[in-house]
Nanobody
Framework: QVQLVESGGGLVQAGASLRLSCAASGRTISRVAMGWFRQAPGKEREFVAAISYSGGSTDYADSVKGRFTISRDLPKNTVYLQMNSLKPEDTAVYLC?????????????????WGQGTQVIVSS
């Protein structure tokens, strides 16, 4: 049984940094792509970042390129999202997802398992 547990969210001021963690159990992250998505109130789920099964390739939404970095720790079976220079428009619930395939993808339909999410609020 696959479980994904996110942590690290919180309330910060614009310009601050946060690091989100996603601890996976039930399947090794070295075999599948992992992704981060976010959903703000009244908006659709939005792709943020993804990393391939090998860790050799990543993908980012244009809105976060240069500010966010996805990484992983295989021994801990954990994926991270380092978020720098946060903006109020980054406010959302951030969800971790485990992919169906090995290559990273911005499409939610290519992810089979989802965490419950962690709230990020960025004040201006």
């Amino acid at each position: 049984q696959v479980q994904l547990v996110e942590s690290g969210g919180g309330l910060v001021q614009a310009g601050a940094s946060l690091r989100l963690s996603c601890a996976a159990s039930g399947r090794t992250i070295s075999r599948v792509a992992m992704g981060w998505f976010r959903q703000a109130p009244g908006k659709e789920r939005e792709f943020v970042a993804a990393i391939s099964y090998s860790g050799g390739s990543t993908d980012y939404a244009d809105s976060v390129k240069g500010r966010f970095t996805i990484s992983r720790d295989l021994p801990k079976n954990t994926v991270y999202l380092q978020m720098n220079s946060l903006k109020p428009e980054d406010t959302a619930v951030y969800l971790c997802a485990m992919g169906r395939y090995g290559l990273e993808s911005p499409r939610p339909r290519n992810y089979d398992y989802w965490g419950q999410g962690t709230q990020v609020i960025v004040s201006s």
